[in-house]
């Protein structure tokens, strides 16, 4: 009886966190299917090549994760017990990261697939998968052809696509 009441409550635990994951923070923006380890955010839709560049991917909130789960795990045959502990939340959702004594930015509303953040200030834009994506004082969305056509550069001369 004890045991199989501990099993009931480990199912159930279980399930809630695998629900939790599924949704990326409340601050990342819209599109969002990874955090990369050094807080940006990734809107791919395969894990292939996410986070590249940004030390790799730290949370995934896409809905491939099971299905591409890392080959340096091994070459073990994946049971529902494996692949369900692979995908559990942490426990507590990560936020992006910022630099010390630097104030969080909210996202600015817009945004989307095809859309930078340029900032009118810095004549910089910036892809989804940036920290500053969005959160400049002064900028505002449009496509990276609109962005090099009125003279913005990349964000560290890396172009989104």
Not at 28 to 57: E, F, V
């Amino acid at each position: 009886m004890k045991t199989l009441l501990l099993s009931m409550v480990a199912a159930a635990a279980l399930g809630m966190s695998l629900g939790a994951h599924a949704q990326a923070p409340a601050g990342a923006p819209a599109d969002s299917t990874a955090l990369c380890k050094d807080g940006t955010y990734y809107s791919g839709a395969t894990k292939k090549g996410a986070c590249t560049g940004h030390k790799g991917i730290k949370d995934w909130y896409g809905a491939e994760a099971a299905a591409s789960a890392p080959a340096a795990v091994g070459p073990a045959p994946k049971t529902a017990a494996s692949s369900s502990a692979a995908t559990a939340a942490p426990s507590k959702p990560a936020a992006p990261l910022a630099p010390a004594g630097e104030k969080k930015t909210a996202v600015a509303p817009g945004g989307g697939p095809g859309q930078v953040w340029v900032n009118a200030s810095t004549k910089v834009y910036h892809c989804p998968s940036d920290r500053y994506y969005g959160k400049t004082k002064s900028g505002e969305y449009m496509s990276e052809s609109d962005a090099k056509a009125k003279g913005y550069k990349p964000d560290h001369g890396k172009a989104c696509s």
